[in-house]
């Protein structure tokens, strides 16, 4: 068994399309439409890992956009170059909300995406 996709509530499917493949840097995988407005829209990391696009649509889902986990961070974005990665991101208008800080699981700094859910932006440990 493998987890195969994780949705991502969204206002708006090409607002959403634009900004994780601009800012984050995700590549387009998918998208299918589905007709009566409702498309099958995945993004990629490098890896394969896909996020579903899922265009909220139902008044308790518009209200968990951006807040898809409580106000905790609930996505982890891992790299291998952390102060690279940061300095990417910032220039493409990505606001941190921390300084960089070292954890005993490497190197974070939290951020948030277009709608405001927060990410963990993760390099390696200290040495």
């Given at each position: 068994?493998k987890?195969?996709?994780?949705a ?11 900004w ?10 998918r998208?299918?439409?589905?007709g009566?407005?409702?498309r099958?829209?995945?993004i ?10 899922a265009k ?17 961070v609930g996505?982890?974005l891992?790299v291998?170059?952390?102060?690279a ?9 990505i ?18 995406d ?13 040495e």
């Open positions: 068994m987890l195969a996709l994780t991502l509530l969204v206002r708006d499917y090409d607002e959403a399309i634009d994780y493949t601009r800012a984050l840097g995700f590549r387009h995988a998208d299918d439409d589905q009566a407005g409702k099958w829209v995945v990629e990391d490098d890896g394969g890992r896909g996020l579903l696009l909220a649509r139902k008044p308790e889902e518009l209200a968990a956009v951006g807040n898809q986990h409580g106000g905790r996505f982890f891992e291998r170059k952390f102060d990665a940061l300095e990417r991101l910032t220039l493409a208008g606001h941190f909300e921390e300084e960089p800080r070292n954890e005993p699981y490497g190197k974070v700094a939290v951020f948030r277009l709608y405001g859910n927060r990410w963990d932006l993760v390099g390696p440990p200290k």
